[in-house]
């Protein structure tokens, strides 16, 4: 039945209000006596490890996984899940050498790095591109997901889902980044179980169907029998989804790029550590790399599930569009229907903790960003803390208001997800380059970094559509590919720049860099030795 029960509502309703009130408890216990910019922005050192770790998730998982990743692992398997395996290992290496600069630095926004390492024009450009990026692809794909997924359990139509939501969002975001970091801790717990309720239950109906009795555990070798194709991590060219995620090039090629300027150079993700002491901000990503080998278990899975279950003549039509069109994204809405009532609400709660912890997390940023690099920048030098609060603010319910009117338009996608990776990559290559050039290379000057930063764009774009341009003259890279050869493409050419003019001295400030801020604790060892004995285990029975 597509709709939700009685029991359901209770069960979203005890959560919405568990995360309002808690939310309220929040703001009124840590409030100081005036909100500063720091304390409203970065929460200025309030965060534990654990609500660090746990805001990094929220952020981070959304309606694009729950629906996003089931979608894909309909579509072409378990091998989606590198993003969040890479992601783990990725954490590391941010936790060590990224995490360090930037707290020894106090650097607070990632513009604020460039502007200080480079120049303003600089700064001001990615700023653009971040505000640009965060309104136009974050955000409506989260809304248009999450909307997606709302509308197909409940009678609640696609346009009030987008409103709900929007609302939803701004109440948490408004309440600044302590009530966003704690509320998190809540939002990540409720995702976490209603997503391993989901699997579980996804299992047993896949059990049943074989005649297992419910047995999750006959359910999983079930999957690996009746879908061989959807475990293998490694595609050949020979795959049909190759584009998508092509060989090696997810351990040693693109994916880098990808996880190193999504969790190392990205305002809504960095932010949450920013504002701690370095001991506590690496336990905090250690914590969330944990999390993230949870990640495919609640996302990737209930898609093969649907793939098994629709390969052998079961929910035909369900997983159709309006249109008669099989749309892999409808995998986790179709499973979400099949729950009893009561647990189809736990279910429902944590993709709505999912949408509204992601949501929040990237309009902070947005409002951080254009708070503290443009308008105090440009419009306001002297602008008081409470001017920049309240800018930021407006800049909150502004965003969250352009992303509602542009959502609609995504209605025509297949796999967001992949849409989403795609086109946030056309900028991730010069990110990237910027910030390592300006971290570990003092000759590289502002020219050179200007130069990568208005280049990322263009490469890309060149990359993707030249083969079309010329009717299949030029090679069709697979687009994690493209991200790798427009990367070399940019710190060649701020190489070359940088050397150009032998004499002249880098602008912009030096980043202190001492070897002890690279030191880290045996546990923090331990732990990332754990974390990679994982990954290795994984991928060599997955490869």
Request: hydrophobic content about 55%; proline content about 3%; some cysteine.
């Amino acid at each position: 039945m597509n709709k939700l029960q009685l029991a359901d509502y209770i069960v979203f309703f005890i959560y919405f209000v568990a995360i309002a009130g808690y939310g309220y408890y929040i703001y009124h216990r840590k409030k100081a006596t005036s909100t500063s910019a720091k304390e409203f922005f970065l929460a200025e050192g309030s965060l534990t490890w654990w609500a660090i770790g746990a805001s990094l998730i929220a952020s981070n998982i959304s309606a694009e996984h729950f629906i996003g990743m089931s979608g894909s692992g309909f579509a072409l398997g378990l091998a989606i899940s590198t993003y969040e395996w890479m992601a783990a290992a990725t954490l590391i290496i941010v936790a060590v050498f990224f995490i360090p600069l930037y707290l020894k630095n106090k650097i607070y926004t990632m513009p604020q790095f460039l502007s200080r390492r480079y120049n303003d024009k600089v700064s001001t450009i990615m700023a653009v591109f971040w505000l640009l990026v965060y309104v136009f692809v974050n955000l409506t794909s989260i809304i248009y997901l999450g909307a997606l997924a709302i509308t197909s359990i409940t009678p609640i139509s696609f346009e009030w889902c987008i409103a709900g939501l929007c609302i939803f969002a701004l109440v948490v975001t408004l309440g600044g980044m302590k009530v966003i970091g704690y509320t998190d801790v809540v939002q990540v717990l409720v995702l976490i179980v209603g997503g391993l309720i989901t699997t579980y239950l996804a299992l047993s109906l896949l059990a049943d169907k074989f005649g297992y009795d419910g047995d999750i555990w006959k359910g999983l070798g079930v999957l690996r029998k009746e879908a061989p194709t959807h475990f293998h991590m490694i595609f050949d060219k020979s795959n049909a989804y190759y584009k998508d995620l092509p060989g090696l090039s997810v351990l040693i090629g693109g994916m880098w790029i990808n996880n190193l300027a999504y969790w190392g150079c990205n305002q809504y993700i960095t932010q949450r550590a920013l504002g701690a002491d370095l001991k506590t901000a690496r336990k905090g990503i250690l914590f969330a790399a944990f999390l993230k080998l949870l990640v495919p278990v609640i996302a990737v899975l209930p898609g093969i599930v649907m793939y098994v279950l629709h390969k052998n003549g079961m929910f035909q039509e369900e997983m159709k569009n309006a249109a008669g069109v099989l749309k892999p994204d409808q995998a986790y809405p179709t499973l979400m229907n099949l729950l009893p009532a009561g647990l189809k609400g736990v279910a429902f709660a944590a993709l709505t903790a999912a949408i509204v912890a992601s949501l929040a997390g990237k309009a902070n940023s947005i409002s951080t960003i254009f708070s503290l690099d443009i308008y105090k920048k440009f419009f306001n030098k002297n602008a008081t803390e409470k001017q920049l609060v309240i800018v930021g603010k407006w800049a909150v319910v502004i965003a969250m208001l352009l992303a509602a009117l542009v959502t609609p338009a995504l209605k025509s996608l297949d796999q967001a997800y992949q849409f989403i990776q795609e086109y946030v990559g056309f900028i991730s290559p010069g990110v990237l380059a910027i910030f390592l050039m300006g971290f570990f290379w003092k000759r590289t000057t502002a020219a050179a970094a200007l130069t990568g930063t208005l280049l990322t764009i263009p490469i890309s774009t060149i990359l993707k559509f030249l083969p079309v341009w010329t009717n299949g003259a030029f090679p069709d890279y697979p687009f994690l590919d493209r991200m790798t050869i427009t990367f070399v493409l940019i710190v060649a050419i701020m190489i070359v720049i940088s050397l150009s003019k032998p004499k002249a001295t880098p602008t912009g400030e030096e980043i202190e860099i001492d070897t002890s801020m690279f030191r880290v604790s045996p546990g923090f060892v331990v732990g990332s030795v754990i974390i990679c004995g994982i990954l290795t285990a994984l991928y060599t029975v997955f490869w």
